[in-house]
């Protein structure tokens, strides 16, 4: 199991849940731009590729583009898409950590999810491409960055006709800086057909000058400049976005055409040098592209329909120019960056429940360094304390605190401010469980076993009616029944007991897809060890808790694992049981059944058949 985001190392800062891992993209030039989900379940996979940053303004206010291919046994996606993007992100995750190194738990479970999708889609999808073909578009990636090349490139190469295109449109927030000529602008005009006529329009927002017949347009004139002068019948032209006032634009798209085909790229990149890789700096950048033959009109009309709505500019108005503010979009933001020499930090946790803190150096960090925690004002650890205990390298520090760091912010001599180091886990078993599910009563934990409802709605209901008995008076109880409380009796707990220990062997029963997946069933907050010790609080004498225990065990013996494709061998799961059984046959004593001679007996005969 693998949550995680990538991300470049300018927004690698802040407090987060240390359930999903956050790993950190440095790279020497340029930063990671890329947008790009991949998403998995038992029987389909997902991918999208956008415009958008992992963001409430991404994914709530903006306007943006996504794209998404869906993957499973009846799918029709092209699987060299698939492939692709996961040589990508596998990549992508080569930044975050120190050259020639790949052993920090989070790039194996980053590998690792990215092999079990490799594995388990094999059959799912397209393995053809279409290119050329009227039926099916040819759907292609677009990758710039380091040892890349430009995504005009890429176009040139993908273009599916032997006619060059004749038409470009483009959306981007955007562009390069106004005192530079436009590079990005002179490629797609190479791109274009050399001879007759050829057009370039770009679609920005815009506002209107007040007082005057003008348009102000958010872009530069350089794309104008950009134009071949030394050819006739070519022509410039600008549109305007017709968008909601409060929605900024942040989509990016390119629009290709001649007679035969459109090619529609979407994705990251904005129209400028770093983000489409021809400048001496090159983002790190994922596009999608989609060919179509003309004739193909079903395919054709998807892809206008995820086109912006434009409005003609007359050429009575005119043209005034003002680009946005870059805003970081594509330049390294001003903010202290962690030196190379920090390069991971991980949370532990040892057999006894003590937690660690354990950062490992590339090289020798700068002087006077400092480890403080995310909200904290207390160093962590220092260079001095580092040097007394000869330099270790990886360095482990106790972590006695129950809250565990998801950050820390790091300083040293000539510092201005503070860097940060982002934590992740060596495993989810390093984490406490969550405050609302530490340490539930055992009527809970019967509760969340014996319901079909979800784990949050079970313990919900459980609450709700649990609060409302509280607050109830209306009187005296008339009902000789419920006047009797069974609670106390051994033989109804037992039956209580029972039904939870059925609930829980059913679960156990069930395919389970990753080492996480099992650890949480088996020593999570409402797996089995979290069972067994709510027995031993609740138990009403010590024969009581040893012989539920003993039909814990005897449960658990009657687990048979299944085989299912994707998730763990049932050898795995069944090994995991046993050693549970062993853990908790450890707890039982015979003693506890001195004067209960039967019931020791049973419970010598139920150990004696079960496997050792």
């Not at 998404?68 to 990508?88: G, K, M, Q, R, T």
């Not at 920090?104 to 990215?114: M, Y």
């Not at 060596?426 to 076993?449: G, M, Q, W």
């Not at 085989?563 to 450890?586: F, S, T, Y």
Request: net charge neutral; aromatic share 8%.
């Amino acid at each position: 199991m693998c949550a995680a985001a990538l991300v470049d190392q300018h927004h690698a800062r802040g407090v987060r849940s240390l359930r999903w891992d956050l790993l950190a993209a440095r790279l020497p030039r340029g930063i990671l731009h890329a947008k790009v989900s991949l998403l998995l379940w038992s029987r389909c996979a997902r991918l999208i590729v956008a415009s958008a940053n992992l963001t409430e303004d991404g994914y709530r206010r903006n306007h943006e583009i996504f794209s998404a291919l869906d993957y499973n046994e009846a799918a029709e996606s092209p699987l060299s898409v698939l492939h692709a993007i996961i040589a990508f992100l596998r990549e992508a995750a080569i930044h975050a950590q120190a050259a020639g190194r790949n052993d920090s738990p989070t790039i194996q479970r980053w590998n690792s999810f990215l092999d079990r999708v490799s594995v388990v889609s094999r059959t799912w999808g397209d393995a053809e491409e279409h290119i050329g073909r009227v039926a099916k578009p040819n759907v292609f990636v677009v990758v710039t960055g380091p040892e890349h090349p430009s995504a005009f490139a890429t176009l040139r190469e993908k273009w599916p006709d032997s006619g060059p295109p004749e038409a470009a449109f483009v959306v981007s927030p955007f562009f390069d800086p106004p005192e530079a000529s436009n590079a990005p602008a002179g490629e797609l005009w190479k791109l274009l057909k050399q001879r007759g006529s050829a057009t370039v329009q770009f679609e920005v927002t815009a506002e209107e000058v007040p007082g005057e017949k003008a348009i102000l347009l958010h872009a530069p004139e350089s794309l104008l400049k950009a134009q071949p002068i030394n050819r006739s019948h070519v022509t410039t032209t600008f549109g305007r976005l017709k968008l909601e006032e409060a929605r900024p634009l942040h989509a990016k798209c390119t629009w290709l055409q001649n007679e035969r085909y459109v090619l529609h790229i979407m994705g990251s990149s904005n129209f400028t040098s770093a983000g489409l890789g021809v400048g001496r700096i090159k983002n790190l950048e994922l596009n999608l592209g989609f060919a179509v033959n003309r004739r193909n009109g079903e395919a054709r009309k998807a892809l206008e329909a995820a086109w912006l709505e434009v409005e003609e500019i007359t050429d009575d108005v005119k043209l005034r120019w003002q680009p946005r503010a870059d805003e970081g979009e594509d330049s390294a933001l001003d903010a202290l960056l962690l030196p190379a020499a920090f390069d991971t930090a991980i949370l532990g946790r040892d057999s006894d429940g003590s937690n660690w803190l354990e950062f490992s150096f590339t090289a020798k960090p700068p002087l006077g360094w400092e480890l403080f925690p995310e909200d904290g004002t207390e160093p962590i650890v220092t260079e001095a304390v580092w040097l007394m205990q000869g330099e270790t390298n990886p360095f482990r520090v106790a972590w006695a605190p129950e809250r565990a760091p998801s950050v820390v912010r790091v300083s040293w001599s000539k510092a201005v401010g503070y860097a940060w180091w982002p934590i992740n886990v060596i495993s989810s078993s390093a984490l406490p469980p969550p405050t609302e599910l530490k340490d539930l009563p055992l009527e809970v934990l019967i509760e969340i076993l014996t319901s079909a409802r979800p784990l949050h709605q079970a313990l919900g209901r459980w609450l709700q009616r649990h609060s409302g008995a509280k607050g109830n008076n209306n009187g005296p109880v008339l009902d000789p029944h419920k006047r009797v409380d069974t609670s106390t009796f051994l033989l109804q707990r037992t039956r209580r007991v029972s039904w939870a220990l059925t609930a829980l062997r059913q679960r156990l029963a069930k395919p389970v897809v990753s080492e996480q997946a099992l650890a949480w069933r088996l020593r999570g907050p409402v797996g089995v060890k979290a069972f067994a010790q709510a027995i031993g609080k609740e138990a009403r004498s010590e024969a009581e808790r040893c012989f539920l225990l003993t039909e814990l065990c005897l449960e658990l013996s009657r687990v048979r694992a299944p085989e299912a494709a994707g998730c763990l061998p049932k050898n795995r799961v069944n090994a995991a049981i046993k050693e549970v059984i062993r853990e908790l046959r450890a707890e039982i004593s015979q003693a506890a059944f001195s004067d209960q001679p039967a019931l020791g007996a049973y419970v010598k005969t139920v150990f004696d058949g079960l496997p050792t």
